[in-house]
């Protein structure tokens, strides 16, 4: 993978983010392969904010820039007119406001014929509880991206406990911090941080894949 994207970004120059993403598109890469050298982009912009090398400002502008990717990009994410019968609730967990990545994963899991229900950010488990309930869905996505909302994953697994609904649904995660400690800790199903492996696991799940 070339290093010119991930770069632009890191750099927060949004002018050659999105001239190289047009040509991108151009030559032919995927749009899943962009996103990916984008995601890595806003990475390097995280770790400089850790280091104080990057202001809170600079992580607004990576937000901005991945928004304008994004733009470029969503016709590519065509949604089909065919639905194939699965529904999604899916949601950034409280007191996150990260969406980003969870709007990726949306947009993959539209393009494959998903009823997605998006909650949106900083979604309370008594939210989740009540959608899936209203909705019957048997499968919820929770995005989590600050390490502080990772309780509340576990406290929405012991509501869906609670209220009789934990067989009846499955819970994957995602987000930068999430892995298999995780994912054991907040009693959650499944774990992906890669949104083309997830929607893979996800059409896994409800049985359209092998
Ligand atoms: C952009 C950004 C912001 C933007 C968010 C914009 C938005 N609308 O999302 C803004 C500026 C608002 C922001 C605010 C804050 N941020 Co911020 N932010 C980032 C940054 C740079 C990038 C995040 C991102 O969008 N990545 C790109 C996406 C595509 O990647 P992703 O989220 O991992 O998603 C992928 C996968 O994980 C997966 N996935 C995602 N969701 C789901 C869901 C499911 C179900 C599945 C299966 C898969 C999946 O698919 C995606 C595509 O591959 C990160 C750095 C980083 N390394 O992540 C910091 C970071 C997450 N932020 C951080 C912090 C501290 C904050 C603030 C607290 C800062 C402050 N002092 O106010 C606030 C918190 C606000 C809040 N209450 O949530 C820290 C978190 C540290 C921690 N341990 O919790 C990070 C890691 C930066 C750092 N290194 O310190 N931030």
């Known amino acids: 993978m070339k290093d010119d994207l991930i770069n632009a970004i890191a750099e927060l120059d949004e002018e050659k983010t999105l001239q190289l993403v047009r040509e991108k598109v151009k030559n032919g890469e995927t749009p899943l392969e962009i996103v990916e050298q984008c995601r890595l982009g806003v990475e390097k912009v995280g770790q400089r904010y850790s280091e104080d090398m990057y202001y809170l400002s600079d992580l607004v502008m990576s937000e901005e820039i991945l928004r304008g990717v994004m733009e470029i990009l969503e ?99 995602g987000g930068y911090p999430v892995n298999e400690m995780i994912r054991e800790y907040t009693g959650a199903d499944y774990f992906q941080t890669d949104a083309k492996k997830a929607v893979k696991l996800i059409k896994r799940i409800a049985g359209l894949e092998k």
């Open 75 to 173: 016709p590519y994410f065509s949604v089909p007119g065919f639905k194939n019968g699965v529904k999604v609730v899916i949601g950034t967990i409280e007191d996150d406001i990260h969406d980003l990545g969870k709007n990726i994963v949306i947009s993959l899991l539209r393009s494959e014929g998903f009823e997605v229900y998006d909650l949106g950010v900083d979604v309370k488990p008594e939210e989740f509880v009540q959608k899936i309930n209203e909705t019957d869905t048997g499968i919820v996505g929770v995005s989590v991206v600050l390490t502080f909302s990772i309780s509340y994953v576990k406290k929405l697994v012991r509501l869906l406990h609670e209220t009789g609904l934990r067989d009846k649904v499955k819970v994957i995660i």
